[in-house]
């Protein structure tokens, strides 16, 4: 059985169309999570892709912005409550430092004393630095720092079960010095902000962002084998798949895949 990559969310931060980029790893009966979005609509992202959360035992935060780190509050509160009555086997969390302060302080700002019981019990954290190996649902994976200049943030590079290689290069443009972790992936997971037809308008070069160009040229530059977009603006949904395809199809010749919310892939 192949791997399945479940995008739970495709949009940037202030999207209202769609729902904030995070995604699911599935491996036969388990799945790993990587961020959660902005709130506690990830609990109905997961209801509505038949993702039960006891299935969920890792889970990995790239940052702490608010579009990827308050949504795993809530699933933080949910599997924990679950532990607690013997229905979830345990979650644990891998991230770096900031993000591990950041989730504790949260926790005992918002969860109850029960709640908060369970961390550390049945709610785990992983605390990763640059180049730290984890193995998460079956996947077996590598964490590095995108060395971004606006927070610290971490992507990681999967090895599937069938030896394709997956990298999520985070929400940020590609740092060259992390060629070593991101070239000749099997799938490049790459944020695009925008289209370049759109810079004027988004400005995503001053949010530190790329557009679906930049994205398809690091692609064909890295020798990736197939390229998926997310983390995008919302304002042409109907039109964004189309789009966006069209303009990295100008600089990567490989497949360019461009989900929707819900959307599953086959690895």
Same mark, same amino acid.
């Given at each position: 059985m192949s791997s399945k990559l479940i995008l739970l969310g495709t949009g940037n931060a202030l999207v209202t169309r769609c729902y904030n980029t995070c995604f699911a790893l599935q491996n036969g009966a388990e799945y790993f999570l990587t961020d959660a979005g902005g709130g506690n609509g990830i609990l109905a992202q997961l209801e509505k892709a038949a993702i039960p959360v006891p299935a969920i035992r890792h889970l990995f935060l790239t940052h702490g912005h608010t579009d990827h780190i308050l949504g795993v509050i809530w699933i933080i509160r949910l599997a924990a409550s679950l532990f607690t009555r013997g229905k979830h086997p345990g979650l644990t969390i891998f991230c770096h430092d900031e993000c591990e302060q950041k989730l504790r302080a949260f926790c005992q700002m918002t969860l109850t004393a029960k709640l908060q019981a369970v961390l550390d019990r049945g709610i785990h954290f992983v605390r990763l630095q640059d180049g730290d %190996?984890? %193995?998460? *649902?079956?996947?077996?994976? /590598?964490?590095?720092?995108?060395? !971004? !200049? #606006? /927070? #610290?943030?971490? +992507?990681?590079? *999967? $090895?599937? =079960?069938? +030896? %394709? /290689?997956? $990298?999520?290069?985070?929400?940020? =443009?590609?740092? =060259? *010095?992390c060629k070593r972790y991101a070239q000749e992936a099997d799938w490049l997971l790459s944020e695009a902000f925008c289209l370049y037809s759109e810079r004027e308008q988004f400005k995503p070069y001053e949010k530190h962002h790329s557009t679906a160009l930049d994205a398809a040229r690091t692609a064909r530059e890295l020798h990736a084998k197939n390229l998926v977009l997310y983390h995008t603006q919302d304002n042409n949904l109907p039109e964004r798949k189309r789009l966006y395809t069209a303009e990295a199809k100008t600089e990567f010749s490989g497949p360019v895949f461009v989900p929707d919310d819900l959307e599953t892939l086959s690895l």
């Open positions: %190996q984890f %193995q998460a *649902a079956g996947f077996t994976c /590598t964490a590095f720092d995108i060395l !971004s !200049s #606006k /927070t #610290k943030q971490f +992507g990681y590079r *999967a $090895v599937l =079960p069938d +030896g %394709q /290689t997956l $990298v999520c290069l985070g929400d940020e =443009p590609y740092n =060259p *010095a």
